[in-house]
């Protein structure tokens, strides 16, 4: 049984910014003075920025710093304590029907959130026929292009169980490809993973940057921010403290928490 990832090929920077100048400044979704407690404790402060059409905005950062909580509010799994988050131009923070701006903003967890009880197939129909009102018919073959796009067409019948790491992953990638929304998001997708599966996770991604999808991914894998966004965010302690392009931010960072965190970071990668 072949496990293929299509279009395994990386991005250079040149084709980023290709990326960036056909998105047309469209702005997707604004965020403007977004802030975030649990209590007594702020874990966003005063959080602004903007994703356009086709974007890959890849916000980095020490666990902690709020980042995870970021992308939880942008797709309202979190209520915002102050701020807004606008789509489209619209601001979504108080709408009552957060599953219809779902349908728009969809999200692939860290901890791959399949369900347990379905196999591949049925993983990545049931939004679809639930949510989209798509017939059985049509639910499936959606599913099955996306499923292919990721490598794991060959594996519609298994259950999650029967996985491994890197395979739930993509699948969980296709499931939420099959609702077509705007904007993914991605916590950490890679970060429950086994160091020898995060590349076929990885691979995947980079070729839906290079279609053009808009992305906002956080990430503690460098390389794929350097090497695929078009904008980096770098966080610390529950504020943006830089963000740019992502041969400024890691050739000639301005700040020095930014630096400071680059430093740590890949010299421990060395």
Do not use: W
């Not at 404790?41 to 903007?50: A, G, M, N, S």
């Not at 860290?110 to 129909?125: D, G, I, P």
């Not at 916590?187 to 070729?207: F, I, N, R």
Request: aromatic share 6%; net charge negative; with cysteine.
């Amino acid at each position: 049984m072949t496990d293929e990832i299509r279009n395994d090929n990386l991005i250079n920077e040149t084709e980023c910014e290709t990326r960036a100048d056909n998105a047309q400044n469209e702005v997707v979704i604004e965020i403007r003075h977004l802030g975030k407690s649990f209590g007594d404790h702020e874990v966003l402060k005063d959080i602004d920025f903007t994703v356009r059409r086709g974007d890959v905005t890849c916000i980095i950062g020490a666990s902690g710093s709020g980042k995870s909580t970021l992308l939880r509010c942008i797709n309202l799994f979190e209520t915002p304590s102050s701020g807004e988050i606008l789509l489209n131009g619209e601001n979504v923070v108080n709408t009552k029907n957060p599953a219809e701006f779902r349908k728009k903003v969809g999200m692939v967890f860290q901890s791959f959130n399949l369900f347990k009880n379905m196999n591949v197939l049925k993983n990545c129909t049931v939004g679809p026929r639930k949510v989209l009102k798509l017939s059985k018919e049509e639910s499936e073959a959606r599913a099955r292009k996306y499923l292919r796009l990721v490598g794991m067409e060959a594996y519609v019948d298994a259950r999650p169980g029967q996985l491994s790491g890197g395979q739930k992953q993509r699948v969980a990638i296709a499931r939420a490809l099959a609702m077509e929304p705007e904007v993914l998001l991605f916590d950490e997708p890679t970060s429950a993973l086994d160091p020898e599966m995060v590349g076929e996770v990885l691979s995947v991604m980079k070729t839906l940057a290079e279609s053009g999808l808009t992305m906002v991914v956080v990430t503690h894998e460098m390389a794929f921010a350097r090497d695929v966004a078009t904008n980096v965010v770098f966080m610390d302690q529950g504020v943006i403290v830089e963000e740019g392009a992502p041969k400024d931010i890691f050739t000639n960072p301005k700040e020095e928490r930014t630096k400071e965190f680059l430093s740590r970071l890949l010299g421990e990668n060395k």
